[in-house]
C-alpha cells in the first residue's frame, strides 16, 4: 500500500512562506505524476500545482503562477511545494498526490496538511 505523508502545513501571515513536503513512504511504486491539491471550506478541491516524475510539463493553476513552485527529489522520493506571498484566500487543507504511468487519474493521496494564511 502506498502512502503519501505530507508535512509542512500552519499558521502564516499574508505575505509570508511556507514549503510543504508530500513524501512516498514506499519504494515500489512508480510515480509518474505528482500533484497538490487544496480545498477550502464550502469549496470543491481544485488543482494548485504538477510536476512529472521526469522533472518536466510542470504546471500551474492560474490563482498561484509566481508565487508557488513545485518540485521533486527522486533521490528521497519527496515533492515539496514552496509557497512564496501567501494571501488569506490560499487557506484550505492542502493534499499531495501521486499518478502512476498509464494511468488518467491521480490514484494515490495524502492525508492532507492544514494551510492558515492570516490577514
Known amino acids: 500500500q502506498v502512502q503519501l505523508v505530507e508535512s509542512g502545513g500552519g499558521l502564516v501571515q499574508a505575505g509570508g512562506s511556507l514549503r510543504l513536503s508530500c513524501a512516498q513512504s514506499t519504494r515500489t511504486l512508480s510515480i509518474d505524476k505528482w500533484g497538490w491539491f487544496r480545498q477550502a471550506p464550502g469549496k470543491e478541491r481544485e488543482f494548485v500545482a504538477s510536476i512529472k516524475w521526469s522533472g518536466g510539463s510542470i504546471s500551474y493553476a492560474d490563482s498561484v503562477k509566481g508565487r508557488f513552485t513545485i518540485s521533486r527529489d527522486n533521490a528521497k522520493n519527496t515533492v515539496y511545494l514552496q509557497m512564496n506571498s501567501l494571501k488569506p484566500e490560499d487557506t484550505a487543507v492542502y493534499y499531495c498526490?501521486?499518478?502512476?504511468?498509464?494511468?488518467?487519474?491521480?490514484?494515490?493521496w495524502g492525508q492532507g496538511t492544514q494551510v492558515t494564511v492570516s490577514s
Open positions: 498526490a501521486a499518478k502512476p504511468p498509464f494511468t488518467t487519474a491521480y490514484i494515490y
